[in-house]
């Protein structure tokens, strides 16, 4: 099989307050979410009064969480390795890599011992490293349900980065692996820790402007195949659809605060510079919603497209511009700018899941969300290749309503 990971290229006293607890988070943890910002203030939906007991004592006896990247492409090394130094309730102790020249690079750069080292023939050995507790699978698509799958056989909680597998059926084989081994198991969706996003989410679902008549998503760029595997329909399943119109999907799902009835859909033309041979180079699609409402989404591999998410509702409008990326993201309504710090979103989003470990709760980003826009994007493809409306009525319903409550 081809192995395609790295193609993209003294403590507290458990006796303290839990008041002394959130004050020192807030520089912590706050920290962490503003960045280079500075300490400006409370930001919606991600004080340190989220996190649950257990993780007040574990951060307070200075213990964390040890965290396995499955795969060191781009996304680990510029995003995820980086986060995991601001992290903390995890940190980065093990890698599992194809690419033996990239192992002693990292055991240096992030201080990694021998015996947390793997590569893809060793993987399953890990279940006998009482020192790994969570997997996060870095892979091309038609990795993630079986390095999954191994993980949590391997008694591992996981993170799978998104879209969570090549079809329905994986997804589902990967959300019974999780109950049958008893571990947590989540999707990479950080924009769900993103405070911007969580205020579209708040905007749209409790209607503060009004009923949403029409939604708008666009992602897009130029592709250069600096990362070939995105257009392999084998390890890819698909092109920018699965890759940037995952965030459309997610983008006005979570902001309308409910399921598409149906969508209609048309694949873009395709340049002639031989990129395309197998998956498409764009799709427009249309999300119908049972209110009447609608969402109209594009996303691309042949064009820069905005990068935007916006709501037109009854009173008002509110967006996101730009909306997806790692940072910068900003935010505007009818009343003016959200005036919202940028966060270190995977920091975010990984000390989430250690905390969910640590309290024994549930994750916003379940695998059954994963599972959800894995149907719902196979339904833009059944609508862009017959030309026909589709319906999703049987899509898994699962919103997450975490900053509308």
Known sequence: MKTYDDISSSSASASASRRDFLRHASLGLGGILLGTSGLAGSLTGLEASS????????WQAGK????????????????????????????????????????PVWKAKYNIPDKNVYDYKSFDRIIDNPDIDIVYVVLPIAMHAEYTIRALQAG???????PMAMTPTECRQMIDAAKKAGKKFSIGYRLHFEPHNMEMMRLGQKEIYGPIKRL???????????????????????????????????????????????VTAKFTPKPNNGLFK????????????????????????????????????????????????????????????????????????????????????????????????????????????????????????????????
Request: overall charge neutral.
């Open 51 to 58: 996190f649950g007991p257990a993780s007040l004592e574990a």
């Open 64 to 103: 964390q969480l040890n965290v396995a990247l499955v795969g060191l492409g781009k996304y680990s090394t510029g995003q995820l390795a980086p986060a995991l130094q601001e992290t903390k309730l995890c940190r980065l102790a093990g890698i599992v890599t194809g690419s033996p020249e990239k192992v």
């Open 156 to 162: 591992k909680h996981v993170i799978c980065e998104k």
């Open 216 to 262: 708008v998503a666009d992602n897009g760029y130029v592709f250069n195949n600096d990362t070939p595997w995105r257009v392999d329909k084998e390890l890819a399943g698909g092109g920018p659809l699965v890759d940037l119109g995952i965030y459309c999907v997610q983008g006005v799902v979570y902001t309308k605060g409910q399921i598409p009835a149906s």
């Open 278 to 405: 197998e998956v498409e180079a764009g799709v427009n699609w249309q999300f119908q919603f049972a209110d009447g409402s609608v969402a109209d989404c594009r996303t691309s591999y042949a064009e820069s497209l905005p990068n935007r998410l916006q709501a037109e509702a009854a009173k008002g409008k509110f967006e996101l511009s730009p909306a997806f990326g790692y940072g910068g993201i900003k935010g505007t309504t009818s009343k003016g700018p959200m005036n919202i710090q940028n966060v270190n979103q995977q920091a975010l989003q990984m000390d989430n899941f250690a905390d969910c470990i640590l309290n024994n709760k549930p994750t916003r980003v379940p695998g059954e969300m994963g599972l959800r826009d894995v149907q719902l994007m196979a339904a833009i493809y059944r609508a862009a290749e017959t030309g026909q409306k589709v319906s999703t009525k049987d899509v898994q319903n699962i919103i997450d309503r975490t900053n509308s409550r």
